[in-house]
Protein backbone atom coordinates (compact mmCIF):
# COMPACT_ATOMS: atom_id res chain seq x y z
CA UNK A 1 0.00 0.00 0.00
CA UNK A 2 1.17 3.52 -0.97
CA UNK A 3 1.04 6.18 1.33
CA UNK A 4 0.72 9.75 0.21
CA UNK A 5 2.40 12.55 1.89
CA UNK A 6 0.69 15.15 2.90
CA UNK A 7 2.94 18.03 2.33
CA UNK A 8 3.72 21.23 3.68
CA UNK A 9 0.92 22.54 5.84
CA UNK A 10 -0.58 25.90 4.46
CA UNK A 11 0.71 28.90 6.46
CA UNK A 12 -1.30 31.70 7.27
CA UNK A 13 0.21 35.24 7.36
CA UNK A 14 -1.73 38.92 8.23
CA UNK A 15 -2.35 41.05 4.48
CA UNK A 16 -0.48 43.62 6.52
CA UNK A 17 2.66 41.75 6.39
CA UNK A 18 2.47 42.28 2.62
CA UNK A 19 3.42 45.98 3.33
CA UNK A 20 6.29 45.22 5.94
CA UNK A 21 9.98 45.79 5.43
CA UNK A 22 10.58 41.82 4.79
CA UNK A 23 7.94 41.81 1.82
CA UNK A 24 9.02 44.98 0.72
CA UNK A 25 12.96 44.43 0.61
CA UNK A 26 12.29 40.78 -0.85
CA UNK A 27 9.86 42.48 -3.40
CA UNK A 28 13.40 44.79 -4.40
CA UNK A 29 15.90 42.75 -4.32
CA UNK A 30 13.89 40.45 -6.79
CA UNK A 31 13.37 43.56 -9.23
CA UNK A 32 17.20 44.01 -8.41
CA UNK A 33 17.79 40.48 -9.59
CA UNK A 34 16.15 40.99 -12.11
CA UNK A 35 18.00 44.15 -13.65
CA UNK A 36 21.43 42.83 -12.11
CA UNK A 37 23.07 43.33 -15.81
CA UNK A 38 21.89 46.87 -16.26
CA UNK A 39 21.91 47.45 -12.22
CA UNK A 40 25.99 46.58 -12.99
CA UNK A 41 26.13 48.92 -15.75
CA UNK A 42 25.36 51.73 -13.41
CA UNK A 43 26.88 54.79 -11.33
CA UNK A 44 26.02 54.67 -8.01
CA UNK A 45 23.48 57.40 -7.42
CA UNK A 46 21.70 55.63 -10.86
CA UNK A 47 22.02 52.34 -8.83
CA UNK A 48 20.27 54.22 -5.41
CA UNK A 49 17.64 55.54 -7.95
CA UNK A 50 17.01 52.13 -8.95
CA UNK A 51 16.71 51.23 -5.74
CA UNK A 52 14.05 53.58 -5.20
CA UNK A 53 12.16 52.81 -8.07
CA UNK A 54 11.62 48.92 -7.30
CA UNK A 55 10.87 49.78 -3.92
CA UNK A 56 7.95 51.74 -5.25
CA UNK A 57 6.49 49.12 -7.82
CA UNK A 58 7.35 46.73 -4.90
CA UNK A 59 4.84 48.80 -2.58
CA UNK A 60 2.36 49.04 -5.35
CA UNK A 61 2.41 45.55 -6.33
CA UNK A 62 2.31 44.17 -2.63
CA UNK A 63 -0.94 47.11 -2.54
CA UNK A 64 -2.70 45.58 -4.74
CA UNK A 65 -2.14 41.73 -3.80
CA UNK A 66 -3.18 42.77 -0.52
CA UNK A 67 -6.07 44.59 -1.70
CA UNK A 68 -7.25 41.69 -3.61
CA UNK A 69 -6.67 39.44 -0.44
CA UNK A 70 -9.33 42.01 1.92
CA UNK A 71 -11.60 43.04 -0.79
CA UNK A 72 -14.60 40.76 -0.03
CA UNK A 73 -17.06 43.76 0.33
CA UNK A 74 -15.62 45.92 -2.22
CA UNK A 75 -17.46 49.41 -2.17
CA UNK A 76 -17.72 51.00 -5.51
CA UNK A 77 -15.71 54.38 -6.14
CA UNK A 78 -13.75 53.73 -3.43
CA UNK A 79 -10.10 54.45 -3.57
CA UNK A 80 -6.99 53.19 -1.56
CA UNK A 81 -3.68 55.07 -0.15
CA UNK A 82 -1.09 52.66 1.45
CA UNK A 83 1.59 54.88 3.39
CA UNK A 84 4.75 53.12 4.24
CA UNK A 85 7.44 54.65 6.26
CA UNK A 86 10.80 53.43 7.07
CA UNK A 87 14.00 54.08 8.66
CA UNK A 88 16.66 54.63 6.18
CA UNK A 89 19.56 55.58 8.83
CA UNK A 90 20.21 57.77 11.48
CA UNK A 91 16.97 60.20 11.71
CA UNK A 92 16.12 59.88 8.15
CA UNK A 93 12.53 58.33 7.42
CA UNK A 94 11.77 57.25 3.84
CA UNK A 95 8.15 57.72 2.51
CA UNK A 96 6.28 55.71 0.09
CA UNK A 97 2.74 56.50 -1.23
CA UNK A 98 0.62 54.65 -3.61
CA UNK A 99 -2.61 55.59 -4.86
CA UNK A 100 -5.18 53.50 -6.32
CA UNK A 101 -6.84 54.80 -8.89
CA UNK A 102 -4.06 57.96 -9.32
CA UNK A 103 -4.97 60.92 -7.97
CA UNK A 104 -6.08 63.44 -10.30
CA UNK A 105 -4.74 66.76 -10.68
CA UNK A 106 -7.25 69.69 -11.20
CA UNK A 107 -6.41 72.31 -13.35
CA UNK A 108 -6.87 75.22 -10.78
CA UNK A 109 -3.58 72.88 -9.57
CA UNK A 110 -5.81 71.11 -6.76
CA UNK A 111 -5.67 67.73 -6.15
CA UNK A 112 -8.75 65.19 -6.48
CA UNK A 113 -9.47 61.71 -4.71
CA UNK A 114 -11.37 59.24 -3.08
CA UNK A 115 -11.72 60.77 0.83
CA UNK A 116 -9.19 57.99 1.70
CA UNK A 117 -6.69 59.23 -1.07
CA UNK A 118 -7.47 63.17 0.46
CA UNK A 119 -6.90 61.96 3.87
CA UNK A 120 -3.33 60.29 3.31
CA UNK A 121 -2.61 63.74 1.13
CA UNK A 122 -3.82 65.36 4.25
CA UNK A 123 -1.11 63.14 6.98
CA UNK A 124 1.87 63.58 4.01
CA UNK A 125 1.54 67.08 4.15
CA UNK A 126 1.22 67.31 7.98
CA UNK A 127 4.70 65.51 8.28
CA UNK A 128 6.03 67.86 5.78
CA UNK A 129 5.09 70.40 8.10
CA UNK A 130 6.88 68.91 11.09
CA UNK A 131 10.18 68.27 8.80
CA UNK A 132 13.11 70.24 9.92
CA UNK A 133 15.14 71.70 7.25
CA UNK A 134 12.79 71.61 4.20
CA UNK A 135 10.93 68.85 2.50
CA UNK A 136 11.22 67.11 -0.87
CA UNK A 137 8.26 66.07 -2.67
CA UNK A 138 8.41 64.20 -6.45
CA UNK A 139 5.05 62.76 -8.38
CA UNK A 140 6.28 59.67 -10.27
CA UNK A 141 4.45 61.05 -13.21
CA UNK A 142 6.52 58.63 -15.42
CA UNK A 143 4.71 55.24 -14.26
CA UNK A 144 0.72 57.04 -14.18
CA UNK A 145 1.24 59.03 -11.02
CA UNK A 146 0.80 56.19 -8.86
CA UNK A 147 3.99 56.63 -7.24
CA UNK A 148 5.25 59.18 -5.08
CA UNK A 149 7.86 59.38 -2.80
CA UNK A 150 8.89 62.27 0.66
CA UNK A 151 12.47 62.01 1.31
Known sequence: MT?????PTPVSIDVDALLGTRAVEAGVSALAGRNQHHLA???PEEQVEAANHWRELAVEV???ARNALTQAQ???GAGRAVIVLEDSGGEEVNVHVTFSPQLEEMSDGSIAGTPAQLAAMS???S???DAEGGH???HD????GHGHSHD
Do not use: K, P, R
Not at 3 to 7: I, P, Q, R, T, V
Open 123 to 125: ILE
Open 127 to 129: IAG
Open 74 to 76: AVQ
Open 3 to 7: HMSEG
Open 41 to 43: AMA
Open 141 to 144: DEHG
Open 62 to 64: LSA
Open 136 to 138: GHS
